[in-house]
């Protein structure tokens, strides 16, 4: 019955080539109980939720955005280089990437990061977008970004994202609040220094090293 099933259902590319295995596996003497199991319950999911099939195909994405998504992967000035000549269609290619929830976080930071050295003023409400997302790497490259769009921006973000709940997103707020050179936050960086949010079980986390560095340098300027 599972290989008239599968026969059946089975969808083309990965999720056929999951079913093909699932099958193998299923029917082989040597395979241990638990693996069995967990290939038949990602057959089911494959069988029962044409999406759930449907999404282990897409891992491609159109060919022209596929351009703009290489790019991503060069050197920087390469990258800028080759991005400059994509021209409207890769900006538009550039914000498909940033909110897909398919391309990796890595491709998201470096279109992101980007943005402001192909059209400052444009990207500024993309990055306002991404400040407000969930995901802890779309707030701290969309930080980074605004520090070259507008200091201004950038400085009443970072001293708000000091208390973000992810410590990267933390230190990337204390790198800029450094490289912008405000002595107005030298207060909050020595509240933050003692923060409980900056410890772990009783021991210092590495950014309150970064804190006073920043400070030592605020206050030398």
Same mark, same amino acid.
């Given at each position: 019955m599972l290989?008239?099933?599968?026969?059946?259902?089975?969808?083309?590319?990965?999720s @056929?080539?999951?079913?093909?295995?699932?099958?193998?596996?299923?029917?082989?003497?040597?395979?241990?109980?638990?693996? *069995?199991?967990?290939?038949?319950?990602?057959?089911?999911?494959?069988? @029962?939720?044409?999406?759930f099939?449907?999404?282990?195909?897409e891992?491609?994405?159109?060919?022209k955005?596929? &351009?703009t &998504?290489?790019a991503?992967? &060069?050197?920087?000035?390469? !990258?800028?280089?080759?991005?400059?000549?994509?021209? $409207?269609?890769?900006?538009?290619?550039? *914000? $498909?990437?940033i909110?897909?929830?398919?391309a990796?976080?890595?491709?998201?930071?470096?279109a992101?990061?980007?943005?402001?050295y192909?059209r400052?003023?444009?990207? !500024? $409400?993309i990055?306002?977008?991404?400040l407000?997302?969930?995901?802890?790497?779309y707030?701290?490259?969309?930080?980074?970004a605004?520090?070259? #769009?507008? !200091? #201004?921006?950038?400085?009443?973000w @970072?001293?708000?994202? &000091?208390?973000?709940?992810?410590?990267?997103?933390?230190s990337?707020?204390?790198s800029?609040?450094?490289?912008?050179g405000d002595h107005?936050?030298?207060?909050l960086?020595?509240?933050?220094?003692?923060?409980?949010?900056?410890?772990?079980?009783?021991?210092?986390?590495?950014?309150?090293?970064?804190?006073?560095?920043?400070?030592a340098?605020?206050?030398q300027?």
């Amino acid at each position: 019955m599972l290989l008239m099933l599968f026969r059946l259902v089975a969808p083309m590319n990965h999720s @056929a080539y999951i079913l093909d295995l699932s099958q193998r596996i299923l029917f082989s003497g040597k395979a241990r109980s638990w693996i *069995k199991l967990s290939m038949l319950v990602l057959s089911m999911l494959i069988v @029962a939720k044409p999406s759930f099939a449907s999404s282990l195909n897409e891992i491609a994405f159109e060919p022209k955005v596929q &351009l703009t &998504l290489d790019a991503l992967n &060069l050197p920087f000035l390469n !990258r800028l280089e080759v991005l400059r000549t994509q021209g $409207e269609v890769g900006w538009s290619n550039l *914000k $498909e990437i940033i909110f897909s929830s398919q391309a990796p976080y890595t491709a998201k930071w470096n279109a992101i990061t980007i943005l402001p050295y192909l059209r400052k003023d444009e990207s !500024r $409400e993309i990055l306002l977008i991404c400040l407000k997302r969930k995901e802890w790497y779309y707030r701290s490259s969309a930080l980074l970004a605004l520090s070259r #769009t507008s !200091r #201004t921006d950038a400085l009443q973000w @970072a001293e708000q994202l &000091l208390r973000d709940s992810a410590l990267v997103v933390r230190s990337q707020a204390v790198s800029v609040i450094g490289e912008i050179g405000d002595h107005s936050n030298l207060p909050l960086l020595r509240k933050e220094l003692s923060h409980p949010r900056n410890f772990r079980k009783g021991q210092s986390l590495w950014i309150r090293h970064q804190i006073e560095e920043v400070i030592a340098s605020l206050e030398q300027q």
